[in-house]
């Protein structure tokens, strides 16, 4: 069965500009949980959605935001790029949500180098 | 959601059994004491779960004292392969999920 799918892989954007990444979920599995990963501070949670419905959200600012569709694919924005958005960002996917349990699998992630 | 201590890194040689340990000191009832590994450039993947004694299967052992202040990940004769970066998280989220956090691991190295 096809794991979890991120695109792109890799992305250089400018400062001030806009992205937006893209998570396909293992088939079935109805939550998104999107992660920022960086050298300094490691794997912060971001959000993650379920049924198309954000249901928990960590501590980023509003320019940080996605949403899910009813195929349960999640994408994620980031708005006015700043150098110290440049990171790994990480998808996971789960059948009943979070990452704390033995069905959740990431993927291999998106890196963004903000220029 | 409570707070983990690990050591930020690790070496050891090949055939050699590693035991990487993880304290929270603040765990609670309901949490659950998970371990994650990460190679570069990939996503990290589910190693174990436990939430007390202890737990084994066909990767690692996970032992956890009485109290559940600390745990200790186990890998018996490990190899280049399992050179990697490891998480330890502790929490539940049913409730915890905003809160969830992964820090920055213990990054074992494995020489031959």
């Known amino acids: 069965k096809a794991g979890v799918t991120q695109t792109p892989r890799y992305l250089i954007k400018t400062r001030g500009q806009q992205v937006t990444l893209s998570c396909s979920p293992i088939s079935g599995h109805r939550s998104v949980s999107w992660y920022q990963q960086t050298p300094g501070q490691g794997l912060q949670f971001l959000f993650e959605?379920?049924?198309?419905?954000?249901?928990n959200k960590g501590n980023f600012p509003g320019r940080f935001s996605g949403r899910q569709f009813s195929n349960s694919r999640s994408e994620m924005n980031v708005s006015t790029l700043e150098l110290g958005d440049s990171a790994l960002y990480l998808c996971?996917?789960?059948?009943?949500?979070?990452?704390?349990?033995?069905?959740?699998?990431f993927g291999q992630g998106t890196r963004l180098t903000v220029v | 959601l409570a707070k983990t201590t690990q050591p930020i890194s690790m070496d050891s040689y090949e055939g050699q059994e590693v035991n990487i340990t993880c304290s929270h000191n603040n765990i609670a009832t309901n949490d659950y004491i998970t371990w994650y590994q990460q190679f570069p450039s990939q996503g990290p993947r589910f190693i174990i779960q436990g939430y007390k004694t202890k737990v084994t299967n066909e990767v690692a052992s996970l032992f956890i004292p009485a109290d559940r202040k600390s745990s200790t990940l186990s890998l018996p004769r490990v190899s280049l392969s399992d050179t990697a970066v490891y998480y330890c998280?502790?929490?539940?989220?049913?409730?915890?999920?905003?809160?969830?956090?992964f820090g920055t691991g213990t990054r074992l190295q494995v020489f031959p």
């Open positions: 998280l502790v929490g539940d989220e049913v409730y915890n999920t905003d809160k969830l956090i």
């Open positions: 996971a996917s789960s059948p009943r949500g979070g990452v704390l349990n033995t069905e959740a699998f």
């Open positions: 959605y379920f049924s198309e419905t954000q249901r």
